[in-house]
């Protein structure tokens, strides 16, 4: 949950508040990622495509 508030949309927007309003963040996310935790951490689902060409 730590990387939510410092990679990405949500870090942006949470650098410019002060440490209260990052633990109210912190607060309200966390049931979201509760639900996506397993024994290995946090599991968020996600595909990945690759590809490659040659001429």
């Known amino acids: 949950m ?3 508030l410092t ?3 949500l870090a942006r927007a949470a650098a410019e508040l002060d ?3 990052r633990k109210s ?7 979201l ?3 996506y935790r397993t024994p290995y951490g ?5 595909a990945v ?7």
Not at 25 to 31: M, V
């Open 42 to 46: 946090i599991t968020l689902p996600a």
């Open 2 to 4: 730590t990387e939510a």
């Open 25 to 31: 963040i912190r607060a309200r996310i966390k049931p």
């Open 7 to 9: 990679i990405g949309p």
């Open 49 to 55: 495509w690759l590809a490659s060409a040659r001429k």
């Open 33 to 35: 990622f509760d639900r």
């Open 19 to 21: 440490d209260a309003a």
